[in-house]
């Protein structure tokens, strides 16, 4: 599976994105996406993920209750709604794809990677 992230963007301390992960080949469904991000000098970080089934995704602590991660297997997207955006929230953002595990926190866990889209938080 090829993977697309867009979406980002600059805004103020307070408001709000929304991220797109665009997937092109077969089988969607049945994988995991996992939104990572990463500033310079710094590892690359578990943000959130998806598994086939929605109700039990799960999110780093920085970002619970701000941030909500979705997906429309019909249009072979998963999305990362993120709200009242911090200035520590600035990263480049990277969807990854993994059908061997479902909840995994671990980029190594994950196969497939988008290209990466700029956060950028003003305060």
């Known amino acids: 599976v090829q993977l697309q992230a867009s979406g980002g963007g600059l805004v103020q301390a307070g408001g709000s994105l929304r991220l797109s992960c665009e997937a092109s080949?077969?089988?969607?469904?049945?994988?995991?996406i996992g939104w990572f991000r990463q500033v310079p000098g710094k590892e690359r970080e578990f943000v959130a993920v998806?598994?086939?089934?929605?109700?039990?995704?799960r999110y780093a602590d920085a970002v619970k209750g701000r941030f909500t991660i979705s997906r429309d297997d019909a249009k072979n997207a998963v999305y990362l709604t993120m709200n009242n955006l911090k200035p520590e929230d600035t990263a480049v953002y990277y969807c990854?794809?993994?059908?061997?595990?479902?909840?995994?926190?671990?980029?190594?866990?994950?196969?497939?990677w988008g290209q990466g889209t700029q956060v950028t938080v003003s305060s």
């Open positions: 990854a794809g993994t059908r061997r595990t479902i909840r995994s926190t671990i980029t190594s866990d994950y196969d497939y």
């Open positions: 080949g077969r089988a969607f469904s049945s994988y995991a």
């Open positions: 998806i598994p086939w089934n929605p109700n039990v995704a």
